[in-house]
């Protein structure tokens, strides 16, 4: 019995990578709701797959569910705060989607220190700056582009 036990809490991270691949080639094929139930089981195996949340995220954002979204890129970040791109994905959301760039700001600004070469990143803050009227400001992270 224990011996069954050990082998299922050290197969978890090779079962919970699998469940992110059948979700991966779910997706692929547009069957989202198999896709959703994979990646769901894989977090419950491996709770900190951050790429497991990110896809999960990917996939809402495709569909639409732009605040279920925000809920999988927010529980990513509780168990990893340094994951740039779900900073990123959120102020896409509110740059993109709410239209609110103060609020994008400021989770840009959150990408932006924890990935500062990343043109995406440097080039939405610059697009921020301008719609919100502060031209000189975007045109600054515009120049930080041409300098990679």
Not at 11 to 32: D, E, F, L
Not at 46 to 56: I, K, N
Not at 85 to 90: D, E, L, N, Q, S
């Amino acid at each position: 019995m224990f011996a069954g036990l050990f082998i299922f809490i050290a197969s978890r991270p090779w079962i919970a990578m699998q469940n992110y691949n059948r979700g991966q080639t779910y997706i692929s094929c547009k069957v989202y709701d198999r896709a959703e139930s994979q990646f769901k089981k894989a977090l419950f195996l491996m709770p900190g797959f951050t790429r497991c949340y990110e896809s999960l995220g990917y996939m809402y954002e495709d569909l639409g569910r732009y605040e279920d979204a925000i809920s999988v890129y927010k529980t990513s970040l509780s168990y990893d705060p340094r994951n740039s791109t779900a900073y990123f994905r959120i102020g896409f959301y509110y740059a993109y989607v709410k239209k609110d760039y103060l609020k994008a700001l400021q989770w840009f600004y959150k990408a932006y220190y924890f990935s500062p070469d990343d043109r995406l990143v440097i080039n939405w803050i610059g697009i921020c700056y301008q719609k919100l009227g502060l031209t000189d400001a975007a045109r600054e992270y515009y120049s930080k582009i041409k300098q990679f």
